[in-house]
């Protein structure tokens, strides 16, 4: 399964790498990312491959939060189908 993960605050150092070790952690593949800071925002989309993924769903989605948390970050992980389906015309 390939899932979306955004993330959107106010940047700070090591984002992507937390995320980043965070999916090598639960073998979750980064198969494609873009990313871009507004001013100070910092802005990012990343798509993942969750099938060799060790962990269930609850805990991927516990893992991120706690990572958005203490980075006071806005971080959202959404399965491509239903990303796709949210933003089709």
Do not use: W, Y
Not at 7 to 29: E, H, P, T, Y
Not at 46 to 58: G, I, R, T
Not at 72 to 82: K, P
């Amino acid at each position: 399964m390939k899932a979306v993960i955004t993330v959107m605050g106010k940047d700070c150092v090591g984002v992507i790498a937390k995320i980043s070790n965070l999916c090598s952690q639960m073998n979750i593949n980064i198969e494609d990312v873009t990313q871009s800071i507004m001013q100070d925002m910092f802005c990012m989309i990343m798509l993942v491959n969750l099938e060799k993924c060790d962990q269930p769903m609850e805990e991927v989605r516990r893992r991120l939060d706690k990572v958005a948390a203490e980075m006071q970050m806005e971080l959202h992980l959404t399965r491509e189908e239903v990303f796709d389906a949210m933003h089709h015309i």
